[in-house]
């Protein structure tokens, strides 16, 4: 959550061509299950899905269909002080949510049916990304990420970007400002780990 994982299904719907996706965010493994099959690819988009990756691979062992997973990353502090539309003036995600997706994330990213995305890269090289997994789906593209608010997203929820723009490098560092110096310390005090974290996922040296 507050990774990117909205802006790249958006990127997505918009530019690939024959994906379903959903307005909303659904689980993947119903979804799986019973969906129609009327495009060459479906996805689903849900940040607590992380914690459900082997039950899709399971259903899909024995099925002719291929899956695979897109996990977003972006700097822990600015996951720790982003805010989202629907709770104006309060930090999105807290500590233990945060450490929770992140133990998932250690124990998937290495797999070879999982590609990870930054979030800095995708707002700053977009079309780099649309490189990157137009070779690990074998997708046909329409057209490139960066102009991906061209395409029809009327069926789209936005709410989670704050509104629909294109990628947006500002959103990089938003932690530095003065106003999440209480919020940074906060986060320093219950989660002591986090400079080696940073260090560790290389947002720091």
Same mark, same amino acid.
């Given at each position: 959550?507050?990774?990117?994982?909205?802006?790249?299904?958006?990127?997505?719907?918009?530019?690939?061509?024959?994906?379903?996706?959903?307005?909303?965010?659904?689980?993947? !493994?119903?979804?799986?299950?019973?969906?129609?099959?009327?495009?060459? &690819?479906?996805m689903?988009? /849900?940040? +607590? *899905? #992380?914690?459900r990756?082997?039950?899709?691979?399971?259903?899909?062992?024995?099925?002719s269909?291929?899956?695979?997973?897109?996990?977003?990353?972006?700097?822990?502090?600015?996951? !720790?002080?982003?805010?989202?539309?629907?709770?104006?003036?309060?930090? &999105?995600?807290?500590?233990? /949510?945060? +450490? *929770? #997706?992140?133990?998932?994330?250690?124990?998937?990213?290495?797999?070879?049916?999982?590609?990870?995305?930054?979030?800095?890269?995708?707002?700053?090289?977009?079309?780099?990304?649309?490189?990157?997994?137009?070779?690990?789906?074998?997708?046909?593209?329409?057209?490139?990420?960066?102009?991906?608010?061209?395409?029809?997203?009327?069926?789209?929820?936005?709410?989670?970007?704050?509104?629909?723009?294109?990628?947006?490098?500002?959103?990089?560092?938003?932690?530095?400002?003065?106003k999440?110096?209480?919020?940074?310390?906060?986060?320093?005090?219950?989660?002591?780990?986090?400079?080696?974290?940073?260090?560790?996922?290389?947002?720091?040296?």
């Amino acid at each position: 959550p507050r990774a990117g994982s909205t802006l790249l299904q958006l990127m997505i719907t918009s530019c690939v061509e024959g994906v379903k996706t959903f307005a909303k965010e659904h689980n993947a !493994l119903p979804c799986a299950m019973n969906a129609w099959r009327n495009h060459t &690819y479906m996805m689903t988009k /849900r940040p +607590n *899905d #992380i914690f459900r990756v082997d039950e899709v691979r399971d259903y899909y062992a024995d099925k002719s269909a291929n899956v695979r997973f897109l996990l977003t990353l972006r700097d822990p502090r600015d996951v !720790l002080v982003s805010q989202h539309s629907n709770r104006p003036g309060q930090s &999105y995600v807290d500590f233990s /949510r945060w +450490n *929770d #997706i992140y133990q998932c994330f250690q124990d998937l990213s290495g797999d070879h049916d999982v590609r990870v995305v930054r979030f800095e890269e995708l707002v700053t090289n977009p079309n780099k990304v649309q490189h990157e997994l137009t070779q690990f789906m074998d997708w046909t593209t329409v057209r490139p990420f960066s102009e991906y608010a061209e395409g029809d997203l009327s069926r789209q929820k936005t709410t989670a970007l704050n509104g629909l723009r294109p990628p947006d490098s500002s959103a990089i560092a938003r932690w530095r400002n003065p106003k999440h110096y209480a919020r940074l310390r906060e986060c320093l005090s219950e989660m002591p780990q986090l400079p080696q974290l940073l260090i560790d996922l290389d947002y720091e040296s």
